[in-house]
DNA sequence: TAACACGATGTAACCGGTTACAGACACCGG
DNA sequence: CCGGTGTCTGTAACCGGTTACATCGTGTTA
């Protein structure tokens, strides 16, 4: 059994309250108490444990955070900017993957438990849920949209989804396909808002929806095997590894990228360099260490008026749309 | 101030201990009874603490992994499997990224306190902390060389890489530079010793190492940056972001690959694919998913002798080393 | 009808820390 | 010599649950 303050106090002769004081560094400690203590500390190999000391101090010392998948590069990356400014505060870090699990609610609400603070991407469990969390445990929202009264950060996708579509059309491309379910993911709403903004201007644009059910290169190839009867000007994709998808299916099929088509994706993962793709970066670590701050502020009550940030992202042109030259930065 | 199990025992008019059969679903409690104190947690929108619960039950239902960083594919998805596992059998995950801090080990040990059982990867912590904290919690090693009585799980690194040498030499390839620093990873002085058995049953074969500092593509480019004066055969590299690294740099400067030299790597990330990489697919997430189940085993005493996993790895050919023709697969 | 078993519930002691409060003691000035 | 002040330390009450054990009332059986 590992020692409790308890015997920490019985071997140095003193009472657990001192024993306390010592460890915490209390001041008023006589000089030779404090070195039995340490003695003491030392010989039984003593560590405060975590569970009575976060249950006295009524706080975890760790913070959560709750998103949807972590395959794909973009959550990874999004994760650990948030571990590392948490790991900087002295705070552990809890994740929890929903998956579109049924239960994901249950679990969300069991590890709003386990943290002073919880930070909740996008397409993980509905606003009432995050509603009823909020107002147990500090809350920041990621790439979702906003709740009255709960801080947020997200990457703009309005701004940048303006200059995609610019691109997409100065390439000359008229007949638009946009892959990807804006149900799924409220930022591709954002997104196909602003190219539909951009495309209402230009005259003869026709705008086709190609909603997934999932984000990933499958998707998009079959996307793209579906229309290979009457292919449009440009496949414009939520998402890189959906853009990749649907690259590798018409490259396969002998199809000119960029001559025949365009094709746009968004994230500029790492593959998407070397797929020539031309997509917006978004900066996954800074939002994550972003939440982790913002979080940070609320726990520590410096800040009480909510935020909503918005962190700029970054037109990425390459080869697979308006960029003849090789390119591979 | 959020309630408790007194609170609601006061509003049900019985005592915490009913309460709490209750809400464990003991039997023994009348049906009346039960009744009123779900009323009454219903009304006080009771949930039981987490910590204190922990505390009584002295477990945390947590489980930790450690490991180097998130950045690129291979931790993220090593993670994924970890965390579905752990979410499967009711367990919350704590994550930490020791990202070559000098304070890794009170970091661990922290984490350590925090869970049931903990996963401990490559290069984070020295052998004697991995030692110190498996006698205070169960723990599984994660491609990390075997420690005696500790399991552990890891991929294999020796027969693949056999086949991978056999690959590289039938290109004709007979000057070889190794990328990547061995005293980094334990993965890779296996690799690289696997490697050099085959080639010293070649007559004329030459290997040279380029030990580096990181393992991303900026190293791998400053490798081959470095030898351009005297390109050797083949660049056999540590992992896929090494491997990328070097491809990059050597096809902006119009070497043919694998004309002229053939480049290897080591992961099957994303990239690779789509950069016609000839690599070494490891099973990531089977490597996360199967320690999350050994540590179970561990934790709930369903296994007692130590067990040391190694899950089969398979080589990829593509375009990059031994195979002319284009491939996506 | 008394003895007994058993089901339902409460009391209180834990789990392992923190900390308010009180007490003991030494030293000071009037 | 006495009251006041300040330093050091211990007692005990928390934090919020679980559970062993005691208690009480009822139905069953000899």
Chains 1, 2 share one sequence.
Not at 26 to 41: F, I
Request: hydrophobic share 40%; proline share 5%.
């Amino acid at each position: 059994m590992r020692p409790t303050i308890r015997d920490v106090a019985r071997q140095a002769g003193v009472s657990i309250a001192t024993v306390s004081r010592v460890l915490r560094e209390h001041e008023n400690v006589a000089a030779d108490t404090r070195q039995r203590v340490h003695t003491a500390v030392a010989e039984l190999q003593f560590t405060p444990s975590r569970l009575g000391r976060s249950l006295a101090e009524r706080r975890h010392a760790a913070n959560g955070i709750v998103f949807p998948d972590l395959s794909g590069p973009y959550y990874a990356e999004v994760v650990l900017g948030y571990e590392s400014v948490a790991a900087e505060l002295g705070r552990s870090v809890l994740i929890l993957s929903t998956h579109g699990r049924a239960a994901a609610p249950a679990m969300v609400e069991e590890i709003a438990d386990r943290c002073d603070g919880l930070v909740v991407m996008g397409r993980t469990v509905p606003d009432e849920v995050v509603e009823r969390l909020s107002r147990r445990v500090p809350t920041v929202l990621l790439a979702r949209p906003h709740i009255a009264g709960i801080d947020s950060v997200k990457a703009d996708n309005t701004d940048t989804a303006t200059a995609l579509a610019e691109q997409v059309l100065d390439s000359g491309a008229r007949h638009l396909v946009l892959v990807g379910d804006p149900g799924l993911s409220p930022d591709l709403s954002e997104r196909w808002a602003g190219i539909e903004r951009v495309a209402s201007r230009v005259p003869d644009v026709r705008i086709e929806h190609r909603p997934t059910t999932t984000f990933d290169e499958a998707a998009g190839a079959g996307v793209a095997r579906a229309m290979s009867g009457a292919l449009p000007d440009a496949f414009v994709c939520g998402n890189d590894e959906l853009a990749l998808g649907v690259l590798g299916e018409l490259r396969s099929h002998g199809v000119d990228v960029p001559g025949r088509v365009v094709v746009t994706g968004w994230d500029d993962i790492m593959a998407a360099r070397y797929a020539g793709l031309t997509t917006v970066r978004q900066p996954m670590r800074g939002l994550g260490a972003r939440a982790a701050r913002m979080l940070d502020e609320i726990i520590t009550g410096s800040r009480t008026e909510p935020r909503h940030d918005v962190l700029p992202t970054e037109l990425v042109v390459r080869t697979s749309c308006g960029n003849s030259r090789k390119e591979t930065s």
